[in-house]
């Protein structure tokens, strides 16, 4: 099989056999632009499009299914450094990875599932400093990184009596922290606990190291809610971490 050295680098990229491509080169060699119009290529009427799914990780843990995973957000990290620049000239500080993390949960939670449909007023609780500190993000659901920012730089109160309906924390923030936070019996309905060291400072150019952006997460679900819908979130929580296009264009 004939096949330049660009059309098998994009490939390998983006997961397709060469064995499928048919060659336009000479002697039917396989050239990128193969590749690029495989990529393209309109779906067949009648092939219905499936949106990814991830699988629950453990079992029902306290009322949630358990979604234990990893996002490599290092393309995410050096596409926002020129971003974060720029917001330091605004806000005097820049954006955070964790500022993305927050507006990832948010748009994974709420866009095209039936859950964030019927939820207006989308309210975020946010732990830091193992739990020690709690940061509150009224109507999360429609804020720009710019909004995110600039609040979570000037706390504030969920609505009195309102439940916060995502929480983020590390694993050392205990339930009776969140509990303490919440009106009496209320419970989120998704949390994300990070695991491990998590990127939750300033972007800095060349001070990092690629482990930096490892991040090691689990991602908590209301068992009540219907499991193929959590699944769906889960799966798109991923790939909105791991991609940078796909968050930083979300509106």
Known sequence: ???????????????????????????????????????KAPTPR???????????????????RVYDA???????????????VQCEKLLEQRYSLFDYIIRAVVKACCAGTAWGKSTPNVHLLLFEQEGARTLALPDAADKSIYRLARELSAPTALPEGENAHIVICDTRTTRASVAAQLPEGAAPVFALVVRGG??????????????????????????????????AIAARLNTLLCSPVALLLLS
């Open 70 to 84: 990893c996002a490599d957000m290092t393309a995410l990290a050096a596409v926002s450094l020129p971003i974060a």
């Open 198 to 231: 998590s990127p939750k400072v300033g972007i800095r150019a060349g001070r990092e190291q690629p482990s930096d952006f490892m991040l090691e997460y689990s991602f908590y679900a209301d068992h009540r809610l219907d499991r193929e819908e959590t699944d």
């Open 46 to 64: 009648g092939t219905v499009r499936r949106r990814p799914a991830a699988s629950p990780t453990r079992a029902d843990e306290g009322g949630y």
């Open 1 to 39: 099989m004939l096949i330049s050295p660009l059309a098998r680098k994009l490939c390998t990229r983006q997961g397709i056999d060469p064995a499928t491509l048919q060659g336009t080169g000479p002697r039917g060699r396989i050239m990128a632009a193969d590749v690029r119009a495989r990529r």
